[in-house]
T-cell receptor, first 115, second 111 residues
């Protein structure tokens, strides 16, 4: 069956440019998460959406980062005025809210390189 | 001190060996403990899930949680070259949806 998909798979941009990363969660999953995986740093939580509730933005590293989820499905993570330290793999995950806690299904990620 | 500590390795073992992977943590509120496997250029996939203390076995994989020591382990028996991947421990408190990950341990099983 279809899993979580992310696009683009790779993105190279110049410092100072804005980028948009897209996530298509598994159909029917109400919860959606964004994580960042930097070399040697492991996965870092960024933001969490659950249904129509206000998102948990507590992991966003700066106000250059924002995310939205339209229609309870597709999500876009936007990074404005990118910096070299934003280079990382950005992972999206989704889960079904009534499933056992912690069973998040991850997409393949978007590898962002800021030159 | 990071909330979750995990030795990044790398760890290299011969095929058939028993592999032991470990994480320690500092937050006593963690109640849910997971192990994810991540192949190169792929997203993590859930391997094992444990609630609170105890052992859980699934085929060649055994997960152990010792909350008194704040220590979790993943054992892989009869390791195979296809087990070569990065293994990430992850934890969650009750009432939270945020997974806190270790940095991952890179494992190579040599044929």
């Amino acid at each position: 069956g279809a899993g979580v998909s992310q696009s683009p798979s790779n993105k190279v941009t110049e410092k100072g440019k804005d980028v948009e990363l897209r996530c298509d969660p598994i159909s029917g999953h109400t919860a959606l998460y964004w994580y960042r995986q930097s070399l040697g740093q492991g996965l870092e939580f960024l933001i969490y959406f659950q249904g129509n509730s206000a998102p948990d933005k507590s992991g966003l590293p700066s106000d250059r980062f924002s995310a939205e989820r339209t229609g309870g499905s597709v999500s876009t993570l936007t990074i404005q005025r990118t910096q070299q330290e934003d280079s990382a793999v950005y992972l999206c995950a989704s889960s079904f809210s009534l499933a056992r806690v912690g069973t998040q299904y991850f997409g393949p990620g978007t590898r962002l390189t800021v030159l | 001190q990071k909330e979750v500590e995990q030795d990044p390795g790398p760890l290299s073992v011969p095929e058939g060996a028993i592999v032991s992977l470990n994480c320690t943590y500092s937050n006593s509120a963690f109640q849910y403990f997971m192990w994810y496997r991540q192949y190169s250029r792929k997203g993590p996939e859930l391997l094992m899930y444990t609630y609170s203390s105890g052992n859980k076995e699934d085929g060649r994989f055994t997960a152990q949680v010792d909350k008194s020591s704040k220590y979790i382990s993943l054992f892989i028996r009869d390791s195979q070259p296809s087990d070569s991947a990065t293994y990430l421990c992850a934890m969650m408190t009750g009432g939270s949806e945020k997974l806190v990950f270790g940095k991952g341990t890179k494992l190579t099983v040599n044929p």
